[in-house]
């Protein structure tokens, strides 16, 4: 290994093509305002480094990222690389990770419109992330202790596990397939929409009108608050730990819920059962 500390970059290409390189308190900036920094480069172990330029790491492999700062003019800083670390590091650049593989980020801070798109096999643990359209056509994720401030999160995704994560954001989980959910907050408007295959346990659902249209949906005691018009045209087995706002024309499946506001039915095509012990604030509609 070769290795590069304390040292400027910011010429075009810097070190394109690089092998088996450790950089260490390095800044990569300048009046040059040169791109690409490490394209097409692999065996790279990057530390306590700044960088304030755009495309560092594109095409890269076996790439380890550590207590380093990628800026706001950082954008679009990893693209098609695979076998990724990264530790302890603030990502705020637009489009910061897209069409990527096998990635790993730990104890990290993003901020970053656009992240993840299109990356497979992606682990990430005990970050921060505010981001909209977060995680978009990714597939195989797990996320554990992850914590998300966005909006239209998690569209079309598929294969994915979250554990004791906290998402606040709106049309999350659209058109999802193969996802399960557990011991997470969820809070945002039209939940899940589209989705197949989600199965959530031990959640809590903030938000109006989740889970519409949705088939082999499944929520294993689970919370719901502020929850109206849930369910509309979903194939759904649910059991229910709280009241319920309001539930409109599950089209198949059964929910089990403690008291629900009103039940809509309306659609002589929706044939879901509700279950309830009893109604609150107003009695069912037929």
Request: hydrophobic share 35%; net charge negative; with cysteine.
């Amino acid at each position: 290994m070769t290795n590069i500390s304390s040292q400027t970059f910011d010429e075009e290409r810097a070190l394109y093509g690089s092998r088996d390189l450790v950089i260490s308190n390095c800044t990569f900036d300048g009046p040059n305002d040169g791109e690409s920094a490490l394209k097409e480069s692999s065996r790279i172990t990057v530390q306590n480094s700044f960088f304030n330029l755009r495309y560092p790491f594109w095409h890269d492999h076996e790439l380890k990222i550590t207590g380093c700062e990628l800026t706001d003019l950082c954008r679009a800083a990893l693209w098609y690389s695979s076998d990724i670390t990264i530790s302890d590091t603030k990502l705020h650049g637009i489009k910061a990770l897209r069409e990527c593989s096998d990635v790993s980020i730990r104890g990290s801070d993003i901020l970053s419109p656009e992240f993840g798109w299109s990356t497979r096999r992606i682990f990430m643990e005990d970050t921060k992330a505010v981001s909209e359209y977060f995680m978009m056509r990714s597939e195989d994720l797990t996320f554990r202790n992850v914590t998300l401030q966005g909006k239209y999160s998690f569209q079309y995704i598929k294969n994915a596990m979250f554990e004791n994560c906290t998402f606040e954001t709106k049309d999350a989980f659209w058109h999802g397939e193969n996802i399960t959910i557990r011991n997470s907050v969820i809070k945002g408007e039209y939940l899940a929409w589209y989705s197949n295959g989600l199965t959530l346990e031990n959640c809590k659902i903030i938000g109006t009108q989740p889970f519409c249209y949705c088939t082999n949906l499944k929520l294993i005691h689970c919370e719901m608050i502020d929850c109206d018009l849930a369910f509309e045209k979903s194939e759904v087995e649910a059991t229910i730990t709280k009241p319920v706002a309001s539930i409109k024309n599950p089209k198949r499946g059964t929910i089990l819920v403690p008291a629900v506001g009103k039940i809509i039915r309306d659609d002589p095509r929706a044939h879901g059962q509700v279950i309830v012990s009893s109604c609150y604030s107003c009695k069912a509609s037929a």
